[in-house]
């Protein structure tokens, strides 16, 4: 089976920096897209940053140039580097990765971390 574990959040003055982890275990054979969303009290769910296999990265609007997406193929780990943060990126921030498992069988997974309070005061 596959599992994610987030880790990273906290709080934070407006203008510092976080970086989230996404650990995947499991035999996991690729992973072939990684997302991070977010979540404010009353908001919907938003993506924040994804990146595909084939490269394709896009970012929210009013993260770009400020958060960068990465991941350490090694570690299967992703990351999610936050600089100059703002009041306004407070939430619960969740990974969300896609690839596959089970290098005998090749099984497709699509999961779910279990979430990282990101808080930033001003």
């Known amino acids: 089976q596959v599992q994610l574990v987030e880790s990273g959040g906290g709080l934070v003055q407006a203008g510092g920096s976080l970086r989230l982890s996404c650990a995947v275990s499991?035999?996991?054979?690729?992973?072939?897209?990684m997302n991070w969303y977010r979540q404010a009290p009353g908001n919907k769910r938003e993506l924040v940053a994804g990146d595909t296999v084939g490269g394709n990265t896009n970012y929210l609007d009013s993260v770009k140039g400020r958060f960068t997406i990465s991941r350490d193929n090694a570690k299967n780990t992703v990351y999610l580097q936050m600089n100059s943060l703002k009041p306004e990126d407070t939430g619960v921030y969740y990974c969300n990765i896609r690839g596959v498992y089970d290098s005998r069988w090749r099984r497709a997974f699509d999961k779910w971390g279990q979430g990282t309070q990101v808080t930033v005061s001003s």
């Open positions: 499991g035999d996991i054979f690729s992973i072939n897209a």
